[in-house]
Nanobody, 122 residues
Framework: QVQLVESGGGSVQAGGSLRLSCAAS????MGWFRQAPGKEREGVAS????????YYADSVKGRFTISQDNAKNTLYLQMNSLNPEDTADYYC???????????????????WGQGTQVTVSS
């Protein structure tokens, strides 16, 4: 059974940074999604773990970085230059089919974490 456990959410002022962590066994595709109040869940970043290929949503390119620490079985999302539009619940997600992340941002994960809240104040 695959378990994904996020941590690292919290409150920060605009312009600040946060790093989210996801403890999980490494799967082929791993990524982060977010859901803001009243909005649909959207993909933020994904990682094709075998070769380290990454994809990002346009709204976070240049500000967010997805990475993995294989020794710690942990996925990270470093978020810099945060703004109030980044306020959302963030979810770690994974899939074991390379087709889900080899050619673009992961869209249909098979596994989800419970989510962690990020609040950015202006």
């Amino acid at each position: 059974q695959v378990q994904l456990v996020e941590s690292g959410g919290g409150s920060v002022q605009a312009g600040g940074s946060l790093r989210l962590s996801c403890a999980a066994s490494r799967l082929t595709c791993m990524g982060w999604f977010r859901q803001a109040p009243g909005k649909e869940r959207e993909g933020v970043a994904s990682l094709y773990t075998a070769i380290g290929r990454t994809y990002y949503a346009d709204s976070v390119k240049g500000r967010f970085t997805i990475s993995q620490d294989n020794a710690k079985n942990t996925l990270y999302l470093q978020m810099n230059s945060l703004n109030p539009e980044d306020t959302a619940d963030y979810y770690c997600a994974a899939h074991n089919d390379f087709g889900e992340c080899a050619y673009g941002l992961m869209r249909f994960p098979s596994y989800w974490g419970q989510g962690t809240q990020v609040t950015v104040s202006s």
